[in-house]
């Protein structure tokens, strides 16, 4: 039988502002961190009561530093929590406490409703709901145990077919009607929970980006009512997908008439198939069919730290950027620049192979070409925008700057590390701008400047690998010698492959780097980024 909510699933562009959010000032508990099962470079956590409960959890992809969506008809626009009727006052106390805006409170169909947004400014109800009840509520939070947030009270369903949204919901998940207020129809669960069916009619379409909510998944007591449902949806337009094998429920997903993305999900295997209740959320799990091990994974997704944890407080800068810290740090830090179509995470892998106890700073560049970022635009494949070029690199150099003050960098110790066009704009700046870079690794570069001006690199330290079959190539010698007659001393290595990063590359850049500093490794205590604690779980 079908009944109530599973879960609500939104997106958010900063994981930390996220997990401050629902696991500090919300208190819930963080019950699963998983890299996403549609794409496994992307995070995904679920937050609920202590177990994890099916109707207690809401969900976010990270799209971290992702561009924003826009709330409007054919999606969810607010989600909406239980608590305590009682708890309104606790609550308002709490959201002026924690410097939170918030409306409220008001009646909606005759519950007290405080109105919050999240830092993602998507719309978060708490709704004083008598009746609903968990059987595990969360109680290792600040959060006295008879103020806690309890489940999903609901959601809110913006449609311009209000009429057969409702239908769907009432033919095919067990929903009834319940009340009318203007232009919203409450439809009721037997598991208690609400969607409000909204008319939108004239309202702006959503689009999909951080800040809006992906999806609401309702309950299926199992396969078989999952398979039941499957089978009526196929005699409809609704076009439901295959059903997919979620580790911790299996499900289905499909669109309701209105454009509303909506799940059904059953209630287990749950949770704690892979995690006893006392550990729920503490660990990440990959998917069994991610092409990418769970390893680089660590590296790649995004690190958080839980309410009152040391955590590294990002600077708003010229460039995204990323940061990766191993758990046992040298000192050491690399700055990466990716190559065409990648971004600030794509060499974080590879480094951390050949430098495992090196904290990484990945940066994503702002040009871009067919959607995807580069770091100055090109003409042809081989002829590049001068202009683009020196802006870019003042504007590199400029963040660089920005990032030596913000988080307590040394110039001199940082190692750039540049594949393809990031590489290009390294090479670049060694004449641009003269002692910003000491030591870098040019993966497949090649001089791009049509001008170069007089540069003295006395004292600059570079290996530049090129592949032995990249068109690119040929270009590397005249790289190198243009190097070494500005002064640079430069290392040079040719692998047997293309234009492409491998692990051929590990093992040479390791090589160097011991020659290179090995004689002056840093010391633990002078670590360059340092984590501060945060007080925002603690108001």
Do not use: C
């Amino acid at each position: 039988m079908v009944s109530g909510i599973h879960h609500v699933t939104a997106i958010t562009r900063k994981v930390q502002a996220n997990v401050d959010f629902y696991a500090g000032f919300l208190g819930m508990r963080l019950v699963k961190q998983t890299a996403g099962y549609e794409d496994a470079t992307q995070l995904h956590l679920f937050y609920g009561d202590s177990a994890g409960t099916p109707g207690s959890l809401v969900s976010f992809l990270v799209w971290e530093d992702g561009a924003p969506g826009r709330a409007g008809y054919g999606q969810i626009s607010e989600i909406s929590l239980a608590i305590d009727p009682a708890s309104i006052g606790y609550w308002l106390t709490r959201a002026m406490s924690f410097g939170l805006r918030s409306e409220g409170p008001a009646d909606e169909f005759g519950e007290p409703v405080l109105r919050l947004k999240d830092p993602d400014n998507i719309i978060l109800k708490l709704a004083g709901a008598k009746d609903l009840t968990s059987p595990t509520v969360w109680d290792g939070a600040s959060i006295p145990v008879e103020h806690a947030v309890k489940r999903v009270r609901g959601a809110t369903m913006l449609t311009e077919k209000p009429a057969e949204s409702r239908s769907f919901l009432e033919r095919h998940f067990g929903y009834r009607f319940q009340a009318n207020r203007g232009t919203i129809d409450r439809l009721v669960s037997q598991s208690g929970d609400v969607i409000d069916v909204r008319d939108a009619r004239g309202f702006w379409s959503g689009a999909p980006g951080t800040g809006t909510v992906d999806h609401v998944a309702f309950r299926a007591a199992d396969e078989e009512a999952l398979r039941s449902v499957s089978k009526a949806l196929e005699k409809t337009d609704a076009s439901p997908t295959n059903m997919h094998d979620r580790k911790y429920f299996r499900s289905l997903y499909a669109r309701e008439p209105g454009g509303t993305l909506v799940e059904l999900a059953t209630d287990k295997p749950g949770m704690t198939v892979d995690e006893e209740h006392a550990a729920l959320g503490t660990k990440l799990f990959a998917p069994p069919e991610a092409i990418t091990n769970l390893n680089d994974l660590k590296v790649i997704l995004p690190q958080f730290s839980m309410p009152g944890q040391p955590r590294i407080n990002y600077r708003e800068l010229p460039f995204v950027h990323r940061f990766y810290t191993p758990p046992n740090p040298d000192g050491s830090v690399f700055v990466l620049l990716h190559g065409s179509g990648g971004n600030e995470t794509t060499l974080m892998p590879l480094l951390n192979k050949a430098a495992p106890r090196a904290t990484l700073m990945g940066v994503r560049g702002r040009a871009t070409e067919e959607g995807f970022p580069r770091w100055y635009k090109r003409i042809t494949p081989f002829s590049f925008d001068q202009n683009d070029i020196r802006t870019e690199a003042e504007a590199f150099a400029a963040f660089i700057e920005g990032a030596v003050k913000s988080y307590g960098l040394d110039p001199k110790k940082i190692v750039y590390v540049g594949y393809s066009n990031g590489a290009n704009l390294l090479n670049s700046l060694l004449y641009l701008h003269p002692n910003l870079v000491h030591k870098a690794v040019l993966l497949r570069s090649m001089p791009v400047l049509s001008d170069y001006p007089h540069a003295d690199l006395k004292g600059t330290d570079l290996l530049v690998i090129s592949g032995k079959t990249d068109a690119y190539g040929k270009y590397a010698s005249e790289l190198e010698e243009r190097l070494k007659s500005s002064g640079a001393t430069v290392d040079s290595d040719v692998i047997p492959g293309g234009h492409d990063l491998g692990d051929a590359d590990v093992p040479i850049i390791q090589k160097w780097l011991l020659q290179r500093m090995g004689e002056d490794p840093a010391p633990l205590e002078q670590q360059a980024v340092k984590p501060t604690s945060e007080p925002f779980g603690q108001p």
